[in-house]
């Protein structure tokens, strides 16, 4: 499976954190988790740099350049009307994912 971890810009600093909790709260695939002194990567792969968790951190711990990755295929892709979601990386990253498949067939926009 592809990692999108590997190739998105999120960047995280745990230093920053001071563990409110918006990250996790809004973030729609689990990417964080609050626990112990500081938020938690916890499904880092699952990062779709829609920008949710960098728009409410308080602190700036968290950057990501939405608009980049799989969230801005998705939406384009759904509003063209196109069945087929592919981002900027080059690879068939968006289609690997079935939340994506599926938000894009059903016509149905999920951020």
């Not at 990692?3 to 918006?22: F, H, Q």
């Not at 988790?33 to 920008?51: D, I, R, W």
Request: aromatic share 4%; net charge neutral; with cysteine.
């Amino acid at each position: 499976m592809f990692n999108s971890y590997d190739s998105n810009t999120l960047k995280y600093d745990p230093e920053l954190c001071i563990n409110c909790g918006m990250c996790s709260t809004v973030c729609p695939h689990g990417v964080f988790s609050t626990s112990g002194k500081a938020a938690q990567l916890v499904n880092p792969k699952a990062c779709m740099e829609c920008g949710a968790c960098q728009l409410n951190c308080p602190t700036n711990a968290i950057k990501v350049d939405n608009g980049v990755g799989c969230a801005s295929a998705m939406i384009w892709a759904a509003v063209k009307g196109q069945k087929e979601v592919t981002c900027g990386c080059g690879s068939s990253c968006c289609e690997s994912r079935p939340e994506i498949l599926q938000i894009v067939k059903k016509g149905n926009i999920m951020l």
